[in-house]
């Protein structure tokens, strides 16, 4: 698929469009997925009604479509961490910036990912809201890179495999641009810096 745009589909300003590379998820296939993984967890937590915790802020998009998708009664809540480097590291340790609003004990939490890369990330919250004694915990995260997985983290559902690039669109930035794309593309290195 091309970056071009698609007909009928609104027109992104040219500035912008001139980092995105190649489009490697459409539109179409991420709904269809989202829809898919929606009726997954409504049959698997009927009668449960399950919290699903998500990580501020790439997460949103993906949580809005999912809320949407599942059939059952859920609750949502979010937290948010301090910020990833693109150029593949993480600064130091996660640090919280915003915790859940409620306890969580005896309770069903799905946690819900934009994407899971090295790993490290969803690792240090699994064991966090472990270690605040939940009745289950599963993890549900959109896009996956696993060429780079340092920590082994367990996927109960997964939206997509992606391989090792930055990229953006559907929730995912790029310096707070590019989330908004109705697709996810790569970036293209000279706007990383790489080049
Ligand atoms: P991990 O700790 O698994 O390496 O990193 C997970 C977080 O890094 C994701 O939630 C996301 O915020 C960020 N991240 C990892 N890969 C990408 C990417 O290709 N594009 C964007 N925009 N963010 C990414």
Same mark, same amino acid.
């Given at each position: 698929?091309?970056?071009?745009?698609?007909?009928?589909?609104?027109?992104?300003?040219?500035?912008?469009?001139? $980092?995105?590379?190649?489009?490697?998820?459409?539109?179409?296939?991420?709904?269809? *997925?989202?829809?898919?993984?929606?009726?997954?967890?409504?049959?698997?937590?009927?009668? *449960? =009604?399950?919290?699903?915790?998500?990580?501020?802020?790439?997460?949103?998009?993906?949580? #809005?479509?999912?809320?949407?998708?599942?059939? &059952?009664?859920?609750?949502? /809540?979010?937290?948010?961490? #301090?910020?990833?480097?693109?150029?593949?590291?993480?600064? $130091?340790?996660?640090?919280? &910036?915003?915790?859940?609003? +409620? =306890?969580?004990?005896?309770?069903?939490?799905?946690?819900?990912? +934009?994407?899971? /890369?090295? $790993?490290?990330?969803? #690792?240090?919250?699994? *064991?966090?809201?472990?270690?605040?004694?939940?009745?289950?915990?599963?993890?549900?995260?959109?896009? =996956?890179?696993?060429?780079?997985?340092?920590? =082994?983290?367990? &996927?109960?559902?997964?939206?997509?495999?992606?391989? /090792? *690039?930055?990229?953006? $669109?559907?929730?995912? +930035?790029?310096?707070?641009?590019?989330?908004?794309?109705?697709?996810?593309?790569?970036?293209?290195?000279?706007?990383?810096?790489?080049?």
């Amino acid at each position: 698929m091309s970056s071009e745009p698609i007909a009928g589909q609104r027109q992104e300003p040219a500035e912008l469009m001139r $980092g995105v590379g190649r489009v490697l998820l459409s539109e179409e296939a991420i709904r269809q *997925r989202v829809a898919e993984i929606g009726q997954q967890i409504s049959h698997d937590y009927a009668g *449960r =009604n399950p919290l699903l915790v998500g990580v501020l802020k790439g997460v949103v998009f993906f949580m #809005s479509d999912l809320l949407r998708a599942v059939t &059952i009664p859920v609750r949502v /809540d979010f937290i948010a961490i #301090s910020r990833y480097d693109p150029r593949g590291r993480v600064k $130091g340790p996660v640090r919280l &910036i915003k915790d859940l609003d +409620d =306890n969580v004990e005896g309770q069903h939490l799905v946690f819900v990912e +934009d994407m899971v /890369d090295t $790993g490290l990330t969803l #690792s240090y919250l699994l *064991r966090l809201l472990r270690a605040r004694a939940p009745a289950s915990l599963e993890v549900c995260a959109l896009f =996956n890179k696993p060429e780079r997985r340092l920590a =082994n983290v367990p &996927i109960k559902y997964k939206g997509f495999d992606l391989p /090792d *690039r930055f990229v953006v $669109g559907w929730g995912l +930035d790029y310096r707070e641009a590019y989330r908004h794309l109705p697709f996810v593309a790569e970036l293209k290195p000279e706007v990383l810096g790489l080049s």
